[in-house]
């Protein structure tokens, strides 16, 4: 009795569990509903963009049943559920003859899936294990008693998955054989109904192909579906070239704007140029294989019509999965290396600052959280005093920390944030200084965005993928006109650039041209803008895993690419830039003071952690204290501890390390005689 009563409980659990493992079916196959939700997308010249291939919902490629052809409908019955049109959603003989087999074997050798139960599994992805297939089977049965095998046959053709995230016959027909479903050949139709087992490995594997279409074909013979004595010939080439992609993240994109900014619109007229996005992509796609070397494995170009700010290009590619549609790589936010540098001086120069304002390009520690940040150039060279345009034009990485810190973090944020760098969502001092330098991720679309109000006289407009005179978001000026042309004429010259980038190059272009490259740490990621007065092409190379590159640079990695484009399109507007007047008696301003008026303690900071370094002798390690004083020190008393450890006439003394935590200040005299004491810092060594 006891036995029973196990089983009947065990029986209701399997029953509940049964039933609140499933999950809802829909009210139609149709998709109708979610289609209209996708508007369609026209080039600038009117002509509908290729559907983009995402993996989602085949929705604009479907075909209806009884215009796909009898013989390939046969064909994947025969394939994928040879009773299909006799049971009621489970085949449970194939299930028990799988059954069989499967144990037999040892292994999972056979499966027995319907198709019934391949829409329920198309339409509620589970987890492949026993449960599952055990609730899919339930859900087939409700599924078939609420369609008709007819309605559940063309949902299934149309949304069934092949590789390169196509979805249904039509769509796979193109992909594979570059023909509509109607022009199909017999033999391809039966290559279409095997592929959908295995399409990655049947692609790369023709006569494993070859073998299971005879097979089929074998099998419908057998059946009376097949003309008897047809031959199966040899398929060499069965499987043709893969279609280049055309446009797909800018349309996936262009719809999102389109619901965003105009909902309900069932039709985007976008501001892409077809030429000039065939171009884009394939100066991209061929840019990442020479770079593949390098280890350079995705990019995205972004080209924009500085009239009206539209985009005329959006491309993104990837070498290491060419004929997939993945991240889009326009939108997806990484760290910008130099490239912020003409938006901070473009501040700074409104501030006050001139293109010949000087500043020290000299050693340069700041705090970063509890240790000390030595700053650097790409070259590892300090230039002494430069100009703005040197500093600039050269990329220097000190000289622009000295202009954020003349700026102030929360401003410079402040200015990128209403440029439209909406990726950089953290407080300013999660940045610190590193914010000159790239330490905050933005994607390319921002940064392109960004760069237009640079371009146009500091006006700024939010980019458009709309090519028609609906509502378009007003321009803002953001930066100031002179500041604005200033930046472009540093970019645009080319000896302000000579210390780090040499005469010549592929920076030096046919017709005046502002130009900014980028580079990331480690060389993960090669950025480069550049613009005229009419067109904007910004470009990113790198890998979106942040797998390091081996070297690329932004000035060796897409300037060539952003070269190339630039070349190609009218130059039928100047570029909006100042006249320098960088001679040697111009009127420049002394360097850049950023020292305080009282003396205080540059180096070590309140609050350091210093760890000594075991493969250097403990006698031969010291801490370089620093004072920093916009004047210069007659005599400097350095008191550690409340005692004094040494008298000096300049500003700085090496002190050697002694472990435990201290207290440092110093006495200070100026020429007025005057000794001052500095504020005390705190500091701990280990």
């Known amino acids: 009795m006891k036995i029973v009563r196990a089983i009947a409980l065990a029986g209701a659990l399997l029953v509940l569990a049964t039933l609140a493992s499933q999950r809802a079916?829909?009210?139609?196959?149709?998709?109708?509903?979610?289609?209209?939700?996708?508007?369609?997308?026209?080039?600038?010249?009117?002509?509908?963009?290729?559907?983009?291939?995402d993996g989602g919902w085949n929705l604009h490629d479907r075909v209806p049943l009884e215009r796909i052809p009898a013989r390939l409908r046969t064909a994947f019955v025969e394939a994928e559920d040879h009773r299909y049109w006799r049971h009621r959603g489970v085949d449970w003989r194939a299930r028990v003859a799988a059954l069989w087999t499967d144990l037999r074997?040892?292994?999972?050798?056979?499966?027995?899936?319907?198709?019934?139960?391949?829409?329920?599994?198309?339409?509620?992805?589970?987890?492949?294990?026993?449960?599952?297939?055990?609730?899919?089977g339930f859900e087939a049965m409700r599924l078939e008693a609420r369609f008709s095998k007819a309605d559940i046959l063309e949902f299934y053709l149309n949304q069934v998955p092949y590789g390169a995230n196509r979805r249904g016959v039509g769509p796979a027909a193109q992909y594979y054989f570059g023909r509509s479903l109607d022009t199909l050949s017999a033999q391809e139709m039966l290559a279409l109904a095997v592929m959908v087992r295995a399409p990655s490995r049947f692609a790369r594997e023709p006569l494993a192909l070859q073998q299971r279409v005879r097979r089929l074909a074998s099998a419908m013979q057998a059946r009376g579906e097949w003309p008897a004595g047809a031959i199966i010939t040899n398929l060499p080439d069965f499987v043709r070239p893969v279609p280049e992609l055309h446009a797909a993240h800018f349309r996936a994109f262009a719809a999102r704007e389109a619901a965003r900014l105009r909902p309900g619109t069932t039709r985007v007229h976008s501001s892409l140029d077809v030429a000039l996005q065939a171009a884009a992509e394939d100066f991209l796609r061929e840019r990442l294989r020479d770079l593949a070397r390098d280890g350079a494995g995705q990019g995205a170009v972004l080209v924009v019509d500085l009239d009206g700010n539209r985009i005329r290009a959006y491309a993104s590619a990837d070498r290491v999965h060419p004929h997939a549609v993945g991240i889009d790589a326009v939108q997806t936010p990484r760290?910008?290396?130099?490239?912020?540098?003409?938006?901070?001086?473009?501040?700074?120069?409104?501030?006050?600052?001139?293109?010949?304002?000087?500043?020290?390009?000299?050693e340069l520690?700041?705090?970063?959280?509890?240790?000390?940040?030595?700053?650097?150039?790409?070259?590892?060279?300090?230039?002494?005093?430069?100009?703005?345009?040197?500093?600039?034009?050269?990329?220097?990485?000190?000289?622009?920390?000295?202009?954020?810190?003349?700026?102030?973090?929360?401003?410079f944020l402040t200015r990128l944030q209403a440029l439209g760098v909406h990726s950089l969502v953290e407080p300013?001092?999660?940045?610190?200084?590193?914010?000159?330098?790239?330490?905050?991720?933005?994607?390319?679309?921002?940064?392109?965005?960004?760069?237009?109000?640079?371009?146009?006289?500091?006006?700024?407009?939010?980019?458009?993928?709309?090519?028609?005179?609906?509502?378009?978001?007003?321009?803002?000026?953001?930066?100031?006109?002179?500041?604005?042309?200033?930046?472009?004429?540093?970019?645009s010259d080319a000896s302000s650039r000579l210390l780090e980038f040499g005469e010549g190059g592929v920076l030096r272009f046919p017709v005046r041209t502002a130009v900014k490259t980028g580079t990331s740490s480690d060389y993960r990621d090669a950025w480069t803008?550049?613009?005229?007065?009419?067109?904007?092409?910004?470009?990113?190379?790198?890998?979106?895993?942040?797998?390091?590159?081996?070297?690329?640079?932004?000035?060796?990695?897409?300037?060539?690419?952003t070269r190339s484009l630039l070349a190609g399109l009218p130059p039928d507007t100047p570029l909006r830039a100042a006249t320098l007047n960088l001679a040697a008696d111009a009127d420049a301003s002394k360097p850049v003071e950023t020292l305080p008026d009282t003396p205080r303690i540059g180096q070590p900071f309140d609050g350091l952690l210093l760890a000594r370094d075991p493969r250097i002798p403990d006698a031969l390690e010291a801490l370089r204290f620093e004072l920093a004083w916009r004047e210069t020190p007659?005599?400097?008393?350095?008191?550690?501890?409340?005692?004094?450890?040494?008298?000096?006439?300049?500003?700085?003394?090496?002190?050697?390390?002694?472990?435990?935590?201290?207290?440092?200040?110093?006495?200070?005299?100026?020429?007025?005689?005057v000794e001052k004491l500095t504020p005390a810092v705190h500091f701990t060594v280990r």
């Not at 997308?41 to 009117?46: A, I, S, T, Y």
């Not at 939010?462 to 609906?470: A, C, E, K, N, S």
């Not at 190379?541 to 060539?560: C, Q």
């Open 365 to 411: 520690r700041e705090r970063i959280n509890g240790g000390l940040h030595e700053y650097r150039n790409y070259s590892r060279t300090h230039y002494g005093t430069v100009t703005v345009a040197e500093a600039l034009g050269n990329s220097l990485n000190i000289p622009a920390v000295k202009a954020l810190q003349f700026v102030g973090q929360q401003a």
């Open 335 to 362: 760290q910008p290396g130099s490239t912020l540098k003409p938006l901070l001086y473009a501040q700074a120069l409104e501030r006050g600052w001139r293109a010949d304002t000087t500043i020290d390009d000299a």
């Open 105 to 136: 074997a040892g292994h999972a050798v056979r499966g027995a899936s319907t198709i019934s139960e391949q829409v329920v599994r198309i339409l509620h992805p589970r987890p492949r294990t026993v449960w599952s297939r055990w609730v899919e």
């Open 25 to 53: 079916l829909p009210d139609t196959l149709r998709l109708d509903t979610v289609a209209a939700q996708q508007p369609e997308v026209l080039d600038r010249d009117g002509r509908a963009l290729q559907v983009s291939y």
């Open 529 to 561: 803008v550049a613009y005229n007065g009419r067109w904007l092409v910004g470009v990113w190379i790198g890998n979106l895993s942040g797998v390091a590159t081996e070297g690329v640079t932004g000035a060796r990695g897409p300037a060539l690419l």
């Open 428 to 491: 300013a001092d999660y940045y610190g200084d590193g914010l000159a330098l790239g330490n905050g991720a933005l994607s390319l679309y921002e940064l392109v965005q960004a760069y237009t109000a640079l371009a146009r006289d500091g006006v700024w407009q939010p980019l458009t993928v709309f090519d028609d005179t609906g509502p378009q978001a007003p321009p803002q000026p953001l930066i100031a006109r002179d500041a604005a042309r200033t930046i472009s004429a540093i970019l």
């Open 634 to 673: 007659v005599a400097v008393r350095w008191q550690v501890d409340g005692a004094t450890v040494a008298e000096t006439s300049d500003a700085q003394y090496d002190w050697p390390l002694v472990v435990g935590a201290h207290r440092l200040q110093a006495a200070v005299r100026g020429a007025d005689g």
